[in-house]
């Protein structure tokens, strides 16, 4: 797997990753909130219910249903290594984490 793709998936779980909820904890944005629906931008948030990222979503919901009927929950996409290409392709579809887009996401 790409460098990058390690990377956002690592800070998705452990939760130190570029939204504002982490970002404000050290000033470097002034609020904690989403732009969009004005809840805290947490992982949860940008993973499970925030209205920016909606058609995605249903996408990855779509996947996950595909792939064995797994419901849209941080234990599904977070703690189960067969989804990370469907997680590492809805990241790359919000574009909310360019650097870490790669031009392929893996197989497996």
Do not use: W
């Not at 849209?72 to 984490?97: C, S």
């Amino acid at each position: 797997m790409p460098r990058g793709s390690c990377s956002i998936i690592t800070q998705l779980r452990t939760g130190h990753v570029a939204l504002n909820a982490y970002l404000a904890r050290f000033g470097a944005v002034n609020s904690p909130m989403c732009h969009k629906c004005g809840e805290p931008e947490t992982v949860r948030h940008y993973l499970l219910t925030c209205r920016r990222y909606s058609s995605e979503r249903d996408l990855l919901r779509r996947k996950l249903y595909s792939s064995g009927r797994q419901p849209l929950d941080m234990k599904t996409l977070l703690g189960r290594a067969k989804n990370k290409k469907h997680l590492l392709q809805f990241v790359a579809a919000t574009d909310r984490f360019p650097r870490y887009t790669t031009t392929s996401t893996p197989q497996d």
